[in-house]
């Protein structure tokens, strides 16, 4: 690939940047993802596939270049084990808060205990556009 992987947040519409700013604040420094969706592309702002050490772009839903964040950590968890590191670093209050969103986002899925996801960790490396 010649150039950096990419990756958008999607938020409630177009102009929910939340997430791209929680990450700019350093509120945000994980990401999670069915293990099914983690490793395939999401069109043109979302590369998937995503190892420690990457060096990645991040998009705001108008497919603005907003931060460089760099992958520090990918793991595997179990729905019903939510790490406290992760909850924190998605930036929820609790696991049963991750639990509860992540069922909302995700109907097309049988959330159980479990189910497995992929952990994004990471750094905020550089800002672009705050």
Same mark, same amino acid.
């Given at each position: 690939?010649? +150039?950096?992987? +990419?990756?958008?947040?999607?938020? =409630?519409?177009?102009?929910?940047?939340?997430?791209?700013?929680?990450?700019?604040? *350093? +509120?945000?420094? !994980?990401?999670?993802?069915?293990?099914?969706?983690?490793?395939?592309?999401?069109?043109?702002?979302?590369?998937?596939?995503?190892?420690?050490?990457?060096?990645?772009?991040?998009?705001?839903?108008?497919?603005?270049? +907003?931060?460089? #964040?760099?992958?520090?950590? !990918?793991?595997? #968890?179990?729905?019903?084990? #939510?790490?406290?590191?992760?909850?924190? *670093?998605?930036?929820?209050?609790?696991?049963?808060?991750?639990?509860?969103?992540?069922?909302?986002?995700?109907?097309?899925?049988?959330?159980?205990?479990?189910?497995?996801?992929?952990?994004?960790?990471? =750094?905020?490396?550089?800002? #672009?556009?705050?």
């Amino acid at each position: 690939m010649s +150039r950096l992987k +990419r990756l958008s947040f999607w938020g =409630a519409d177009e102009d929910d940047d939340s997430l791209p700013r929680a990450v700019m604040e *350093g +509120r945000k420094t !994980v990401t999670a993802d069915t293990v099914e969706d983690y490793y395939k592309p999401y069109g043109e702002y979302g590369d998937g596939s995503y190892e420690a050490g990457d060096l990645i772009e991040v998009y705001d839903l108008k497919q603005r270049l +907003r931060c460089l #964040i760099r992958a520090t950590k !990918v793991e595997k #968890i179990r729905f019903g084990n #939510i790490p406290e590191e992760v909850w924190r *670093g998605e930036g929820f209050a609790s696991a049963r808060e991750f639990q509860e969103v992540h069922i909302a986002c995700l109907p097309q899925y049988d959330l159980h205990a479990d189910f497995e996801f992929v952990t994004l960790h990471f =750094a905020l490396a550089e800002t #672009i556009l705050p």
